[in-house]
Nanobody, 120 residues
Framework: QVQLVESGGGLVQAGGSLGLSCVAV????????MGWYRQAPGKQRELVAT???????EYADSVKGRFTISRDNAKNTVYLQMNSLKPEDTAVYYC??????????????WGQGTQVTVSS
């Protein structure tokens, strides 16, 4: 069994900052890419940022220069630092990871989601 456990999020005023973290727990052999997605009400889930096991990052254009993704491989944890938040960043944020369990192929796992609300 593998779970992604998210923490962070909450309510912040526009221009403020928030940090999210997500730790993978369970029987894990290795973790490839990790990332963050978000889903606003009435919209499809969209990619926010991803990071490979080697540290290569990619960002959605809408968050470039404001959000920073990082990871601690020793702790099986991925982080998302969100600065200069805008009301349009309001969404449920989901952690995502490509995880290989012992004797199993790589599979995709999702966190439970954490609400981020930015007030104007």
């Amino acid at each position: 069994q593998v779970q992604l456990v998210e923490s962070g999020g909450g309510l912040v005023q526009a221009g403020g900052s928030l940090g999210l973290s997500c730790v993978a727990v369970g029987s894990i052999f290795s973790i490839n890419a990790m990332g963050w997605y978000r889903q606003a009400p009435g919209k499809q889930r969209e990619l926010v940022a991803t990071i490979t096991s080697g540290g290569k990052t990619e960002y959605a254009d809408s968050v470039k220069g404001r959000f920073t993704i990082s990871r601690d491989n020793a702790k099986n944890t991925v982080y998302l630092q969100m600065n200069s938040l805008k009301p349009e960043d309001t969404a449920v944020y989901y952690c995502n990871a490509q995880i290989m369990r012992p004797y199993f192929p790589v599979n995709t796992y999702w966190g439970q989601g954490t609400q981020v609300t930015v007030s104007s």
